[in-house]
């Protein structure tokens, strides 16, 4: 699944800058309007760090980061390593090669995607706001939980075979 992965990657990447230029030339920073009832609003927030703000500042160093994840995700994916996975590495190599460009492009990431909901849980839990977030975000973390699921419903056969001597 070599090419199916590229084609997630690059999708997945213009998918991610669309909505941001989209909301860079819609919304004033700041602004917020609903988009899906409470549960998502679209609007423009730009972050210097990672979620919550971490790293605050930091904005190259994670724009450099975010890019060798990237590019070495979609080189290890193009040379035919971890086939079965092409997925949700396809989906992390997009998310960061989405904020990456941020970084260098704006010296910041663009956030345009709020949820009421998920501020209204981690208020609960945690009296903090769930952050807001961008589709690259959602790429990462989808990629990061089908990993995760991946992992847990394997068989266990496969999960603990030593290779044949």
């Known amino acids: 699944m070599?090419?199916?992965?590229?084609?997630?990657?690059?999708?997945?990447?213009?998918?991610?800058?669309?909505?941001?230029?989209?909301?860079?030339?819609?919304?004033?920073?700041?602004?917020?309007?609903?988009?899906?009832?409470?549960?998502?609003?679209?609007?423009?927030?730009?972050?210097?760090?990672?979620?919550?703000?971490?790293?605050?500042?930091?904005?190259?160093?994670?724009?450099v980061l975010r890019l060798l994840v990237g590019?070495?995700?979609?080189?290890?994916?193009?040379?035919?390593?971890?086939?079965?996975?092409?997925?949700?590495?396809?989906?992390?190599?997009?998310?960061?090669?989405?904020?990456a460009l941020d970084g260098f492009r704006l010296g910041k990431v663009v956030d345009p995607l709020m949820s009421h909901t998920l501020s209204s849980i981690t208020q609960f839990l945690y009296k903090q706001d769930f952050p807001i977030f961008n589709l690259a975000d959602v790429f990462v973390v989808s990629g990061v939980v089908l990993l995760v699921l991946r992992n847990l419903v394997r068989p266990a056969k496969e999960k603990h075979s030593s290779p044949a001597a």
């Open 71 to 99: 590019l070495w995700i979609t080189f290890s994916l193009l040379r035919g390593k971890y086939g079965d996975l092409w997925v949700p590495l396809g989906l992390i190599a997009a998310g960061a090669l989405g904020n």
């Open 2 to 63: 070599r090419w199916g992965a590229v084609v997630l990657i690059v999708v997945g990447v213009v998918l991610d800058q669309w909505l941001k230029v989209w909301a860079v030339s819609t919304f004033r920073e700041g602004e917020f309007q609903a988009f899906i009832g409470g549960f998502l609003s679209l609007g423009l927030i730009y972050n210097k760090g990672a979620a919550w703000g971490m790293l605050g500042g930091a904005t190259l160093a994670l724009a």
